[in-house]
Structure formats: C-alpha cells, structure tokens
Antibody, heavy 117, light 111 residues
Framework: QVKLQESGPGLVNSSETLSLTCTVSGGSINSYYWSWIRQSAGKGVEWIGRMSSRGTTNQNPALESRVTMSVDTSKNQFSLKLSSVTAADAAMYYC???????????WGQGILVTVSS | NFMLTQPHSVSESPGKTATISCTRSSGSIASNSVQWYQQRPGSAPTTVIYEDDQRPSGVPDRFSGSIDSSSNSASLTISGLKTEDEAEYYCQSYDSSNHWVFGGGTKLTVL
C-alpha cells in the first residue's frame, strides 16, 4: 500500500517561498506521476502541477511562474516550492500520486499552510 | 479549458440510492478519464472511482461510476446508502495538456 506524507513549515511569511516535501513509502517513486493539489475555502480544490520521476512537468498556468517541483528518486521524495506567497496561497496542501499503469490516485494526509503578513 | 459542474448538494435517505452528476462544459466527457474522490470532514480525499468506472479494492461495490456521452457527464452512484457515506464528493478529469480539472464538489447528506 503506497503511503504519502507531506512535510514542511506550516507557517510561511508573505512574499517568501513555501517549501514542501512528500515522502513516498510502500512503492517506487518511478511508478507514478506526482502532483501537488491544494484546497482552500475560497478556491475549492486546485491542481498545482505534476511531475514524473524523469522530471517531465505540467503546471497550472495560473501558478506556473511561481512553481518549482523536483523529484529525488534516491530518497523517494518529491518537492514543491511556491515563491512570493500571499494570503491567497494559504490552504491545505496535498501530495498525490497517480499510477502510471493503473491510473489509481493516492492522496497524502495533507499539510495546512498558513501565510503570515 | 473546460469546467466540471456538480450539484452543490444531494440528500437521500439511508438504504436508498444517490446519484451525483458531473457535467463537462466543452469537449467530450469520454476524451479523458474521470475520477471520483470522497472527502469526509477533517480528512483528506480518498479515491472511490478511477478511470471512469474502476473501483479500488476496499471500496464497497455499492459505489459505481459511469459515463454518459449523450449528456456529456459522468455519474457517481451510491446504492444502499449508509450514514458513513455522508461526505463531500469531487469529480476530476484532465484536459488535453494533462492538467487536472476538478468539479466544485457535492455535499452528500444521508438522513
């Protein structure tokens, strides 16, 4: 059973960079596409972007200029950086894995990020 | 890009059948797979249907998914409703660039 665990600071200062990591256990990071998704009361569920273990990325055009994603296959981790955060970026952030062959989607437990002004 | 439209809420009695629709605004619903996620209060979403109609192991067979090209919509049907099915349900698909698109969510009330 694949398990995903998000980690990172729960509080980020406005204008700074949000950095989150997702650790994958119970499966190979090479067998999935990895996405970041966030959820807030104001914007509902929003897809941020996805990355393959080979480094191919797709990003939400609305966030593309501020998003950097990376994969560390040696640690079975993938990461998100979101620069120049504002209050609008406060949300629950989830890492999500979609099986390359099965199409099944795994969700992490989520991490709540607050933006301080 | 397209939108996925879901009813804001659905209510049904225990033991009955509830159906939640997800209508694609443009392009064919059959063009890209549809997933359904269940989110109980205070918890992360979990997948109840993927690839239009596939049910993960551990999800009761009371849950089923389908696609209707005539209405350009997907549906999640839950039969034999239980109070534990009360949750928010989201549909999700992909656009031609493999960007994820989510519906606005449907609150299912079982009472």
């Amino acid at each position: 059973q694949v398990k995903l665990q998000e980690s990172g600071p729960g509080l980020v200062n406005s204008s700074e960079t949000l950095s989150l990591t997702c650790t994958v256990s119970g499966g190979s990071i090479n067998s999935y596409y990895w996405s970041w998704i966030r959820q807030s009361a104001g914007k509902g569920v929003e897809w941020i972007g996805r990355m393959s273990s080979r480094g191919t990325t797709n990003q939400n055009p609305a966030l593309e200029s501020r998003v950097t994603m990376s994969v560390d296959t040696s640690k079975n981790q993938f990461s998100l950086k979101l620069s120049s955060v504002t209050a609008a970026d406060a949300a629950m952030y989830y890492c999500v894995g979609k099986g390359l062959l099965t199409g099944f989607v795994y969700w992490g437990q989520g991490i709540l990020v607050t933006v301080s002004s | 890009n397209f939108m996925l439209t879901q009813p804001h809420s659905v209510s049904e009695s225990p033991g009955k059948t509830a159906t939640i629709s997800c209508t694609r605004s443009s392009g064919s619903i059959a063009s890209n797979s549809v997933q359904w996620y269940q989110q109980r209060p205070g918890s992360a979403p979990t997948t109840v249907i993927y690839e239009d109609d596939q049910r993960p192991s551990g999800v009761p067979d009371r849950f089923s998914g389908s696609i209707d090209s005539s209405s350009n919509s997907a549906s999640l049907t839950i039969s034999g409703l239980k109070t534990e099915d009360e949750a928010e349900y989201y549909c999700q698909s992909y656009d031609s660039s493999n960007h994820w698109v989510f519906g606005g969510g449907t609150k299912l009330t079982v009472l």
